[in-house]
């Protein structure tokens, strides 16, 4: 799982056990002795991050379809999305009518600028900016040519919630940050997501959005008659997930501060045996230090030492690499005509493996390690629990140079 279930304790139970004696299961239930769980997640949010506006949702892939529908992102539009994500920021914009348009990534892992900024068209709209396990896109490159083309940035936060780029919060930087708290993520509600922004009208789209058209209402959101004239959906979050999200985001600085201690500690002691290329960091003070990530000279050598350790490159880490993303290749959605809609540019656009070669070079050669988050479907299937003491770290480090012998 995710560092925020290793850190689950008395704080956590609390919290729901408040929620189940009150029995307020909704957030539109509370009262002046009970106050929302909800409610009380997205100001703590708000102040935590230093971002003005926070809706609490069901999940990270609703917080991503809302912030399409708060920019009016729809049909005969193109976002620019790395090759290097997770399957559900393309969906998103698949299903917001408007068509992904695949970006290289460089050896942070994450977006390429220079490539994104090749594949920018009349129908480009927005960048996805997906910092991806746990590091910071280059967001003074992205915001640079987003505002010299007068495009739109989203921050997909999934993999990052906590982390920073030059000082500000992941997720505070771009037009809207959309984050997941499911249970391999930094922090977690079980499922569930979080949408923000400083925009007080993308804030108001956003939420009618997730809540039947409706428009934000502090004192009694049941009977708020004001609706944005946006047709809605139910995306909310409840007030158990809310109540578990509370407590885990009154210790994301913690978990940090023992991630990133125990990545340093790793890499020092593996490096007093031997130096491997690590990636590039866009921002090293900023990182959630949730994976490391080696990218090896060759695919081979990397091959074999993740066999050797019992996991595999990123190249075959499911549908984060998206020549693994069958339905997006195929166009497998619910209705042959919807979505995908077309476009003059892409009309026909290729997700099939090859479309990125630099991203196939660079993924074919990189291993991860696993730092907090143990997901064998992400490729970080070796490496530390996120409560790994000095005795793991050093035992930890041994065992990769034993499993490896011969091959570095």
């Known amino acids: 799982m995710g560092p925020g279930v290793a850190f689950i304790g008395d704080e956590e139970i609390a919290e729901v056990l408040d929620v189940l004696r009150a029995r307020q299961l909704s957030s539109y239930s509370r009262n002046e002795q009970h106050p929302s769980k909800t409610d009380q997640l997205e100001r703590h949010i708000e102040d935590v991050f230093g971002v003005r506006h926070c809706i609490a949702m069901n999940s990270g892939t609703s917080a991503l379809l809302a912030a399409w529908a708060a920019l009016g992102i729809g049909p005969g539009d193109e976002v620019l999305v790395p090759g290097y994500a997770f399957v559900a920021s393309l969906a998103a914009i698949s299903y917001a009518g408007a068509t992904p348009v695949l970006v290289e990534i460089d050896d942070s892992l994450t977006l390429d600028p220079d490539d994104a900024e090749r594949k920018i068209t009349p129908r480009t709209k927005a ?20 505002a010299r083309h007068e495009l739109s940035v989203v921050e997909d936060v999934a993999q ?31 499922d569930g997501g979080l949408l923000t922004t400083h925009d007080r009208a993308l804030y108001g789209r956003a939420f009618a959005f997730h809540d039947h058209g409706y428009a934000p209402c502090r004192s009694d959101a049941i009977d708020c008659a004001d609706s944005t004239n946006l047709l809605g959906l139910n995306l909310r979050m409840n007030e158990l997930g809310s109540a578990v999200a509370l407590a885990q985001v009154r210790k994301l600085d913690a978990i940090l501060q023992r991630l990133r201690a125990n990545k340093q500690a790793f890499v020092d002691v593996l490096r007093s045996w031997i130096d491997l290329p690590m990636r590039r960091s866009n921002d090293p003070t900023g990182e959630c230090a949730t994976t490391i990530s080696y990218i090896f000279p060759d695919s081979r050598l990397a091959h074999d030492v993740a066999a050797a350790i019992g996991t595999t490159t990123a190249i075959h880490t499911g549908k984060h690499y998206y020549g693994n993303m069958d339905e997006i290749i195929e166009r497998r959605t619910p209705s042959s005509r919807y979505p995908f809609a077309s476009s003059s540019s892409h009309d026909g656009a290729d997700y099939r493996r090859g479309a990125l070669p630099a991203t196939d070079d660079i993924l074919s050669r990189t291993v991860h390690l696993s730092v907090g988050v143990s997901d064998g479907y992400l490729g970080t299937s070796f490496g530390l629990h996120p409560l790994a003491t000095s005795e793991n770290i050093e035992h930890t480090a041994r065992e990769f140079i034993d499993r490896t012998r011969g091959l570095l």
């Open 160 to 190: 990052a919630c906590g982390g920073s780029f030059a000082g500000r919060r992941l997720g505070t930087i771009a037009r809207i940050g959309a984050f997941s708290l499911n249970v391999f993520k930094t922090i977690t509600s079980g």
């Open 127 to 146: 960048i996805l900016a997906v910092h991806m396990l746990g590091e910071p896109c280059d967001m003074a490159r992205i915001g640079q040519i987003a």
